[in-house]
């Protein structure tokens, strides 16, 4: 009993030490570890677990963690793959602290920091596609997510709207298309 729940910290613990760029770069290897490695949940499961993840409030990787852990050993397993998603990162940024005051001025740092930035970029939008292919969007149904893009980014509407109004009209056409 003990073992799945140290085999849910070492593998968020891995997520967690391994990625950079925040929770959505995570999914990749997030999908490596829990899907095709451990085979704890299929890719639908995966997919449908990264959308409540998204959806709830809090930081991605840590609902993700929350989630999967939940459902493979109840809260206990939400708490085992939470710490080990957040150990590393918190050492981290602690060390990141304390570092950065002596080398804000370094130019060094600062291109690193410039260079990491197109990275992080690729490593958020890979998993956009990876997602969008699993989801099956198609180009007569892509205008979704491509009109909640624009009514936030250059409309200013809340994402938060967007989401209540989209969790509506899906549950609206889940029950019309059930009957």
């Known amino acids: 009993m003990m073992a799945k729940y140290c085999e849910l910290f070492y593998t968020f613990f891995k997520i967690g030490t391994f990625t950079v760029g925040g929770g959505y770069a995570m999914i990749?290897?997030?999908?490596?570890?829990?899907?095709?490695?451990?085979?704890?949940?299929?890719?639908?499961?995966f997919l449908d677990q990264v959308a409540l993840s998204q959806a709830m409030p809090g930081v991605f990787a840590v609902n993700m963690a929350a989630v999967v852990?939940?459902?493979?050993?109840?809260?206990?397993?939400?708490?085992?793959?939470?710490?080990?998603?957040?150990?590393?990162?918190?050492?981290?940024?602690?060390l990141l602290a304390v570092a950065f005051s002596h080398f804000r001025d370094n130019k060094v740092v600062e291109?690193?920091?410039?260079?990491?930035?197109?990275?992080?970029?690729?490593?958020?939008?890979?998993?956009?596609?990876?997602?969008?292919?699993?989801?099956?969007?198609?180009?007569?149904?892509?205008?979704?997510p491509?009109?909640?893009?624009?009514?936030?980014?250059?409309?200013?509407?809340?994402?938060?709207?967007?989401?209540?109004v989209a969790g509506m009209a899906g549950f609206v056409y889940g029950k019309i298309k059930k009957h």
């Open 28 to 45: 990749p290897l997030m999908e490596r570890e829990v899907v095709e490695r451990h085979g704890w949940l299929t890719r639908e499961e």
């Open 69 to 94: 852990g939940h459902k493979l050993r109840g809260v206990g397993g939400s708490v085992a793959s939470i710490a080990g998603n957040i150990a590393m990162p918190i050492v981290f940024i602690l």
């Open 111 to 144: 291109g690193f920091f410039l260079g990491v930035r197109p990275a992080v970029v690729a490593l958020i939008a890979a998993p956009v596609f990876t997602l969008a292919k699993a989801a099956k969007v198609t180009w007569s149904n892509c205008w979704t």
């Open 146 to 164: 491509v009109a909640a893009a624009v009514l936030i980014w250059l409309l200013g509407v809340s994402p938060v709207v967007i989401v209540l």
